[in-house]
């Protein structure tokens, strides 16, 4: 008796995990995986000087705290700044943008990292290129559209790393 309900429990078993892989059940991502995508779209469209796209991974409410500036308060503050400094840079050219994000941690809905920043930018008529380091850290915000946002930044520059 005890081998036929075995058999039936995992006849039941084998059923419903066949049910679902047909039906194309996917696992759900977790909030690293979400946060590490983020990043990668994050770090492409900083090296496209994407600005709409960097845009819209900034929260409404989003802020920015960079150096020897007030901090940049809410999405049409952000906006305005990208945009005049976007303005500044006309014929520049972004040869590389990396970023190497650390200790990414994921609490429900929030997440926060640091990284270290490296960027190439080759200014117009063959001026010398500009060599950049920097640290960031992100706190991120999940919204209710289920998107990944900016909800705070800072950033410094940093020598070279070793």
Known sequence: MKTKTRNALAAV????????????????????EEV???????????????????LRMWSETGVSLLPDTA??????????????AVGRLAGFRMRKAEIDFRDVRVCGEW???WGIE????EPPDGKPVIDRWGKILLILHKEADGVWRVQQEMWNSTPKPE
């Not at 999405?75 to 305005?80: M, V």
């Not at 490296?118 to 930018?121: F, P, S």
């Open 118 to 121: 490296h960027q190439l930018i």
């Open 111 to 113: 997440a926060t990292e």
């Open 36 to 54: 590490l995508a983020f990043n990668q779209r994050f770090e492409d469209a900083h090296q496209r000087m994407d600005t709409p796209e960097i």
């Open 13 to 32: 078993f084998f059923i419903g995990i066949s049910t679902v892989a047909l039906m194309g059940a996917r696992p759900e991502p977790n909030g690293k």
């Open 71 to 84: 901090p940049i308060v809410g999405k049409a503050a952000l906006t305005k700044f990208i945009n005049d």
